[in-house]
């Protein structure tokens, strides 16, 4: 059974960090891609970043890229991701997402508020 549970989301001032974790299981975590989304209420869901099955290779979402940083753990079958520099815009639940088989599996999400 595939599962993903994100964590490490909150409350943060601008210009604050946090730093999300996703922990996966049922899969050989190893073998894939991961990435991060978010979604704020009666928006699509956004692609935030992306990682290579390695980690060798990264990719990020203009409006994050050089605040953001996306990282994996395959010895952990975790994901990480990296926010500093926070904006309010960035307020969002954010989603760990893994796509094998056709198919698109993700976790219940993680809040991240910025707010003063």
């Known amino acids: 059974q595939v599962q993903l549970v994100e964590s490490g989301g909150g409350l943060v001032q601008p210009g604050g960090s946090l730093r999300l974790s996703c922990a996966a299981s049922?899969?050989?975590?190893?073998?894939?891609?991961m990435k991060w989304y978010r979604q704020v209420p009666g928006k699509e869901r956004e692609l935030v970043a992306t990682?290579?099955?390695?980690?060798?290779?990264?990719s990020y979402a203009a409006s994050v890229k050089g605040r953001f940083t996306i990282s994996r753990d395959n010895a952990k079958d975790t994901v990480y991701l990296q926010m500093n520099r926070l904006k309010s815009e960035d307020t969002a639940v954010y989603y760990c997402?893994?796509?094998?088989?056709?198919?698109?599996?993700w976790g219940p999400g993680t809040q991240v508020t910025v707010s003063s």
């Open positions: 990682i290579s099955s390695t980690g060798g290779v990264t």
């Open positions: 049922g899969f050989f975590f190893s073998n894939y891609p």
């Open positions: 997402n893994a796509h094998f088989l056709a198919r698109d599996y």
